[in-house]
């Protein structure tokens, strides 16, 4: 009890809410730096799955994308890109770069593999009535496969955002600041009540995030599937 | 960094011992996570099979534990259990509880009745009815899961190094990105990687030996 006392202390100091090392100043790092890698990461990896998912071809290459982002630890990835970005910038390349990069890459495989099942798994049937209805490869992905993979690929989504909040907080490793700087800062001065108010905000921000992207996934589900669904469970 | 080259191979040669030594860690810590995890989870398992209802809940409670990053959650642990090898275990071991609960769960759910039937025709007991039945028809799918979990725990334990313990993340944090040094990162890398293959890959055959009618039936 004692020792909670010590943290709510932390959390109401004025001098955790201002200065370089504030509060506020690493929740905006951890919060801006995964929106930004989770941005990039889409922007990246839904052609790439959106373009195996519609033609077939390259499912080896999903497949290897995929078994390469789960054997490689999310520690691992912020390790391999600071000796290039310091190489490449010099000072630059410690700090927010090695992270963002590392983030990204870490972004990709789940959003890859998702679109692709996504997309695959939508009934052959509906694609060749789309066809013969005239409809031109390009509509027939945005009209009739993206629409019913949607849930799918934004399950991809929700679990490369979690990953991203998640390493984020590594990311203070390579000087990336974020909340987890304040739990390595801690672990270093043996400030327990940091460490776990810290180690607090990072898993309500994963939670909240896991959270966030559920519900977006619920409401994005078109009325129609969701219906075949229901359909499905009440059966 | 720049005046040397990018990967120092005599530098590995030089250290095999530590390096060695390293991947002893790695290999004890995912070891006890995921043997302590197994245990924990058939418990639960077994435990859900006599009562549906906790099924849900199960699944909602290490599924919250498994979307709370590591470093927070060995954070969380450190003022009750310090900088240990227990604070490392307890999280980790929380992280394998999802994957395989619902992997031992669904394996067992897919022993079909009819067998289950026979076995119970046959005057077979609980207990014997799940160890010479239940259990060696469930196994594929058991492993399955043993697999994505210790695939996903030889990642995590690189983490623990950050609370002070050893392990690849050792090379790849203390003498790797705190020192700028790339030969170290890199070499944890790829032994962290090379172990999580090769624990997929053993695993596997490991599978493929202890259920050969499996392979007998489909070939």
């Known amino acids: ?235 | 960094m720049n005046d040397q080259p990018f990967f120092r191979i005599d530098w590995v040669i030089d250290n095999l011992d530590e390096i060695g030594g390293r991947v002893g860690e790695h290999l004890v810590m995912t070891g006890i996570a995921i043997g302590v995890g197994l245990v924990i989870s058939f418990g639960l398992a077994l435990l859900i099979r006599r009562v549906r209802p906790l099924y849900g809940p199960t699944i909602a409670i290490t599924g919250a534990l498994y979307s709370i990053p590591s470093l927070a959650l060995f954070a969380l642990l450190i003022p009750i259990t310090g900088l240990s090898l227990l604070t490392a275990e307890i999280a980790l071991v929380s992280y394998t509880l999802l994957i395989l609960v619902r992997n031992i769960v669904a394996a067992l759910d897919g022993v079909p009745a009819e067998v289950l039937d026979a076995a119970d025709g046959m005057g077979f007991g609980s207990v014997e009815r799940l160890w010479r039945v239940e259990l060696p028809i469930a196994l594929p799918v058991i492993v399955a899961g043993v697999r994505i979990a210790t695939v996903t725990t030889i990642g995590l334990v690189t983490v623990t190094s950050l609370i002070g313990l050893g392990g690849l993340g050792y090379l790849i944090v203390n003498t790797g990105i705190n020192r700028f040094f790339a030969t170290s990162i890199y070499t944890g890398v790829a032994l962290s990687v090379a172990l999580a293959v090769l624990a997929d890959v053993g695993l596997e055959s490991l599978q493929r030996r202890l259920t050969p009618w499996a392979r007998a039936r489909s070939g």
């Open chain 1, 1 to 235: 009890m004692e020792f909670l006392g010590e943290v709510a202390a932390w959390f109401s100091d004025p001098a955790s809410w201002e200065g370089r090392n504030s509060i506020p100043l690493r929740l905006w790092e951890h919060v801006s730096l995964s929106a930004t890698a989770l941005a990039l990461g889409v922007l990246i990896a839904l052609p790439i799955g959106l373009a195996i998912g519609h033609s077939g071809r390259g499912a080896r290459a999903a497949v290897a994308i995929t078994n390469i982002g789960r054997a490689i630890p999310s520690l691992g990835w912020l390790g391999m890109v600071l000796p290039i970005t310091l190489v490449l910038f010099e000072r630059g390349g410690l700090g927010f770069l090695p992270a963002l990069i590392a983030l990204v890459a870490l972004a990709i495989p789940p959003i890859v593999t998702n679109t692709y099942a996504g997309l695959r798994e939508v009934d052959r049937e509906l694609i060749d009535a789309a066809r013969g209805m005239g409809m031109g490869e390009r509509r027939i992905l945005t009209a009739v496969e993206v629409p019913i993979a949607l849930p799918v690929i934004l399950a991809g989504v929700r679990s490369s955002a979690v990953q991203v909040v998640a390493t984020a907080t590594l990311a203070a490793v390579v000087a990336g600041g974020t909340l987890g700087d304040f739990i390595l800062q801690g672990i270093f001065v043996r400030d327990l009540p940091r460490v776990f108010g810290a180690a607090l905000m990072v898993a309500v921000l994963a939670l909240a995030t896991e959270g966030l992207f559920a519900l977006l996934q619920r409401l994005a589900t078109s009325p129609g599937l969701r219906a075949a669904t229901d359909v499905g469970r009440t059966s």
